[in-house]
């Protein structure tokens, strides 16, 4: 673990999530609190091909990033603003507002709004895992959303 503070501000997160291995280190915290699972098979058994910022499973081979089936995925959003959003919903000491967050990180005040919400709703179902669309299978292993996450 890197000797880097932990962001206290809102302003703190904006600089810290911008460096892509420290956001791409916290999202694996948060959603594998165990260590890194592989979302096809649920294996433990995973390389971490750190040059391309993507892990192989060494079961199915198959490739994942941490951001691989989360509310994360496929958004023009990036993980280091979607961290922010994280950031600010977690924080104790400081409440989050759409128009503050919009503000920080450089996206609209309805865009940041649909950000906390998607995160709020992630947070009460305990994983970050991309909701349901028809046609698309529901991950069967559920043991990676585990309660009591060290968040
Ligand atoms: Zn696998």
């Not at 999202?27 to 993507?54: H, K, M, N, Y």
């Amino acid at each position: 673990m890197k000797a880097k503070t932990f962001p206290r501000t809102l302003r703190q997160a904006v600089t810290y999530f911008r460096d892509p291995d420290e956001a791409r280190w916290l999202l694996a915290q948060l959603r594998w609190p165990e260590g890194i699972t592989c979302p096809s098979c649920g294996s433990f058994e995973i390389s971490d091909l750190t040059t391309r910022a993507v892990f192989c499973c060494r079961l199915c081979r198959r490739q994942f990033t941490v951001k691989s089936g989360t509310i994360f995925e496929d958004s023009p959003i990036g993980l280091h603003q979607w961290l922010c959003a994280v950031w600010a919903l977690s924080s104790r000491e400081h409440a989050a507002s759409s128009h503050e967050l919009a503000r920080r990180i450089h996206v609209t005040q309805k865009t940041a709004w649909f950000m906390l919400s998607r995160i709020r709703l992630a947070m009460q179902t305990k994983g970050f895992n991309a909701l349901p669309r028809s046609g698309r299978r529901r991950p069967r292993n559920n043991r990676l959303w585990r309660k009591g996450s060290s968040m």
